[in-house]
């Protein structure tokens, strides 16, 4: 009885040995976290990996305790494929959708921004049209497999002028090669200067999809390290400002509209009930009196 009390206490003493080390693992695993250029979100700044998603991700993670190592991928396809693979990595600034859902675990969102086409004033394309009537723009640059150029194909868009590079694309609508362009809004904010926003009069002709950017985490990492990131993530957007200030650091102009909520509410442009209140260079401000249409994210 006297042995069989002992071999009792020695599996009972090992199994928790054994639980303690995995926690212990768990806690202490530093989590590869990767991008790629695209600012205001994740960018390289004198050396450091700085940005809208990399801020913010960092501050969570070290809030929940999370060991974190940044890193800046050399190419999309190289940082979606590391987070793929694994293990402990972590991809920023990635939209989710039902596609990739079962392919992560996701934290967020870290930061939202709308895909919108955008024209000089001189350009004679108007502001704030239909998807449809954006179908009868003469040319729109756009960069070849991104997600702002593929939603545009699903829609029927056949007046795409593809590019390799954002940069490439971005010339072009500078050169006046195309009349307009399609990109993440807050991409091409971080790309011309707010005094080239005003001389050249650009304004939204379409915004037609709005985006939310998560981390995405391979699907090795610990569901509890998914959870703590989250649950930093929701603390600073309701703990005070701490979500904001770091977001406006960014964009000067943001308003809370801006930051993605812990429910985010989407609506049509539909005066008077719903639409763009006021343009002043890149600044859109969104009012909203009446919401009928309403999207939760």
Same mark, same amino acid.
């Not at 640059?141 to 056949?158: C, H, K, R, S, Y």
């Given at each position: 009885?006297?042995?069989?009390?002992?071999?009792?206490?020695?599996?009972?003493?090992?199994?928790?040995?054994?639980?303690?080390?995995?926690?212990?693992?768990?806690?202490?695993?530093?989590?590869?976290?990767?991008?790629?250029?695209?600012?205001?979100?994740?960018?390289?700044?004198?050396?450091?990996?700085?940005?809208?998603?990399?801020?913010?991700?960092?501050?969570?993670?070290?809030?929940?305790?999370?060991?974190?190592?940044?890193?800046?991928?050399?190419?999309?396809?190289?940082?979606?494929?590391?987070?793929?693979?694994?293990?402990?990595?972590?991809?920023?600034?990635?939209?989710?959708?039902?596609?990739?859902?079962?392919?992560?675990?996701?934290?967020?969102?870290?930061?939202?921004?709308?895909?919108?086409?955008?024209?000089?004033?001189?350009?004679?394309?108007?502001?704030?049209?239909?998807?449809?009537?954006?179908?009868?723009?003469?040319?729109?640059?756009?960069?070849?497999?991104?997600?702002?150029?593929?939603?545009?194909?699903?829609?029927?868009?056949?007046?795409?002028?593809?590019?390799?590079?954002?940069?490439?694309?971005?010339?072009?609508?500078? %050169?006046?090669?195309?009349?307009? @362009? !399609? *990109?993440?809004?807050?991409? /091409?904010?971080?790309?011309?200067? =707010?005094?080239?926003?005003?001389?050249?009069?650009?304004?939204?002709?379409?915004?037609?999809?709005?985006?939310?950017?998560?981390?995405?985490?391979?699907?090795?990492?610990?569901?509890?390290?998914?959870?703590?990131?989250?649950?930093?993530?929701?603390?600073?957007?309701?703990?005070?400002?701490?979500?904001?200030?770091?977001?406006?650091?960014?964009?000067?102009?943001?308003?809370?509209?801006?930051?993605?909520?812990?429910?985010?509410?989407?609506?049509?442009? %539909?005066?008077?009930?719903?639409? @763009? !209140? *006021?343009?002043?260079?890149? /600044?859109?401000?969104?009012?909203? =009196?009446?919401?009928?249409?309403?999207?939760?994210?």
């Amino acid at each position: 009885m006297y042995q069989r009390l002992l071999i009792i206490i020695f599996i009972a003493l090992t199994l928790f040995t054994g639980s303690c080390k995995k926690d212990k693992t768990t806690e202490t695993t530093t989590i590869t976290v990767s991008g790629v250029d695209l600012k205001p979100n994740f960018f390289q700044l004198d050396g450091k990996i700085v940005g809208i998603d990399a801020d913010i991700a960092a501050q969570a993670m070290q809030n929940a305790g999370i060991s974190a190592e940044f890193n800046m991928a050399s190419s999309p396809d190289e940082a979606y494929q590391a987070a793929l693979a694994g293990p402990g990595q972590a991809l920023l600034t990635l939209t989710y959708t039902a596609e990739r859902k079962d392919l992560f675990k996701w934290a967020g969102p870290t930061s939202k921004s709308d895909y919108v086409i955008l024209a000089k004033a001189s350009s004679g394309v108007g502001v704030h049209i239909s998807i449809e009537a954006s179908k009868s723009i003469e040319s729109i640059a756009a960069v070849e497999g991104w997600p702002e150029t593929t939603i545009l194909e699903d829609m029927g868009f056949n007046n795409l002028y593809y590019y390799n590079s954002f940069d490439d694309a971005i010339a072009a609508f500078k %050169n006046d090669e195309v009349k307009a @362009i !399609a *990109s993440d809004m807050f991409q /091409v904010i971080g790309s011309l200067s =707010s005094e080239y926003f005003i001389q050249e009069q650009i304004n939204p002709a379409c915004i037609y999809y709005p985006v939310f950017y998560f981390i995405a985490f391979s699907k090795d990492v610990d569901d509890q390290v998914v959870s703590d990131c989250q649950s930093a993530i929701d603390a600073m957007k309701t703990n005070g400002t701490e979500f904001f200030d770091l977001f406006r650091g960014y964009v000067p102009f943001a308003t809370p509209y801006m930051i993605p909520g812990l429910i985010q509410l989407t609506t049509e442009i %539909n005066p008077p009930f719903n639409y @763009i !209140a *006021s343009m002043s260079g890149a /600044v859109v401000n969104l009012t909203t =009196s009446l919401s009928y249409y309403i999207v939760l994210n």
